[in-house]
């Protein structure tokens, strides 16, 4: 039993790294491609969601639009008996607000300008995820920006200034 189950799987890591592949050649093959990977935290996987939701990013006139369709928006709530003012979103392309999200997370160490984004969050009293939700929000306009002029990302942080370990 356990000898056809570890042939199995061992056949399911071969499909898996036959698939990755093959959407790595499609991805490069997309010209839009270097613009979506040159920021900090969008790799294949990342870049290859984005192009299957949204495309080249026409289909949103601005930003907040584009946001809102990922679900990364704030939202009020309208019951009429709370007094809290907004709340997180639970809409939107799930597929792109997780892919966004795991982005903002994995940039957090690679990019000292999403880091200071971040940092800058934690500090004014938001939780993590909340953080990281704001990050993902002010990242996904920046990625609106990027698609729409067609230039690649570029750090907001001077690179003459040393950074705080």
Request: charged share 15%; hydrophobic share 40%; proline share 5%.
């Amino acid at each position: 039993m356990i000898p056809s189950l570890a042939a199995s799987l061992t056949a399911v890591h071969t499909q898996r790294r036959a698939m990755e592949a093959q959407i790595n050649t499609l991805l490069e093959a997309h010209p839009l491609s270097p613009v979506l990977t040159s920021m900090p935290g969008v790799g294949v996987r990342t870049a290859a969601v984005l192009l299957v939701t949204v495309g080249d990013g026409t289909s949103f006139p601005t930003a907040v639009q584009f946001v809102s369709y990922a679900g990364l928006a704030p939202t009020t709530k309208s019951s009429g008996t709370s007094i809290h003012g907004e709340h997180a979103p639970r809409g939107g392309n799930r597929q792109l607000k997780r892919a966004m999200f795991l982005s903002a997370f994995a940039c957090m160490n690679a990019d000292p300008a999403s880091r200071a984004y971040y940092d800058k969050q934690r500090t004014r009293g938001k939780t993590h995820t909340q953080a990281l939700l704001r990050l993902a929000r002010q990242r996904i306009s920046v990625l609106f920006a990027m698609l729409r002029d067609g230039t690649f990302y570029e750090s907001r942080t001077p690179a003459n200034v040393e950074l705080a370990a």
